[in-house]
């Protein structure tokens, strides 16, 4: 049998520091999974560039200079929190307001975020939260 990784542990203290009601392992494996996916898109990434045509001749020239756009990478991170989320206590997650003591939900979105090398939690929470509101704006999803 192959040994536990680290970072599965770590998911796995949080879980049960958060006291899911049900689907630990099914909440963990989807936290995991997302964590390792944005650790491996941030260190190969497999985006072209705007407007060019991948081929084996132009996917290792140099990429443009500056801090790249994370959004993407965040909300495969926070789409995971709020699934397990919602697994662990079929309710939907609160964000407290910055400033404010931290909600259950900030407290255990905080280490997951930190594992995946996101920052400004409460911020990037608000902003994909106002995000998934708008996306599901149409559909009938309770």
């Known amino acids: ?21 049900q689907n630990s392992k099914q909440a963990e494996d989807i936290l995991v999974r997302a964590i390792d996916d944005a650790r491996d898109y941030r260190a190969n990434p497999h985006a072209s560039y705007k407007g060019k045509k991948v081929t084996r001749h132009s996917f290792g020239t140099d990429r443009p200079k500056g801090r790249k756009d994370e959004t993407l990478i965040r909300a495969v991170v926070m789409s995971a929190l709020f699934q397990a989320w919602l697994l662990g206590f079929e309710k939907s997650p609160r ?9 259950p939900f900030v ?7 930190r594992m995946a090398g996101i920052g400004k939690i409460e911020d990037h929470l608000e902003q994909y939260r ?3 509101k708008k996306a599901l704006q149409n559909f009938h999803v309770k």
């Open 1 to 21: 049998m192959a040994p536990i990784s680290p970072r599965r542990l770590a998911v796995q203290k949080v879980i049960a520091s958060a006291k899911f009601k």
């Open 130 to 132: 106002s995000y998934r």
């Open 107 to 113: 407290i255990f979105a905080e280490p997951i975020l």
């Open 95 to 103: 964000i407290n307001n910055k400033g404010y003591p931290a909600s």
